[in-house]
């Protein structure tokens, strides 16, 4: 992973000390993927705090696309995950185990994603 990968709690906190680790890098990253929304918030202050913008200098994305990815500025591109879906696979997968097959693993929920203003392509590249 060549130090990219930066383990949190999915607090804030925690979001905090892992933007500073990656964006302190030498070679800073382009873009983070951060594991919820809480994280991402402070990812997106420690980047603007350190003088970095989203998108120009940096793109971010987080998982969970709960309403306050909605209200930062820009707006947070987000992963969204059907939490009732999850749910209810997890029941349906605790009511009939030992009743019923194996469940092929992995089990997938299906996810979208819901791009917003946090996202661009890096600076000085035309995407493809």
Do not use: W
């Not at 185990?97 to 600076?123: D, F, H, K, M, W």
């Amino acid at each position: 992973t060549d130090g990219l990968l930066v383990r949190g709690d999915f607090s804030y906190d925690s979001g905090v000390a892992a933007a500073q680790t990656l964006l302190d890098r030498k070679n800073r990253p382009t873009a983070i993927i951060a594991s919820n929304d809480q994280m991402a918030l402070a990812v997106l202050d420690t980047a603007i705090k350190m003088g970095l913008r989203a998108p120009d200098d940096l793109s971010l994305v987080s998982f969970d696309n709960s309403p306050v990815t909605r209200f930062t500025s820009p707006q947070l591109t987000a992963i969204d995950q059907p939490i009732a879906a999850t749910f209810s696979k997890a029941v349906e997968l605790l009511i009939t185990n030992g009743n019923g097959p194996e469940p092929v693993q992995p089990v997938v929920v299906e996810s979208s994603l819901i791009v917003r203003g946090s996202t661009a392509p890096p600076a000085g590249h035309s995407g493809c």
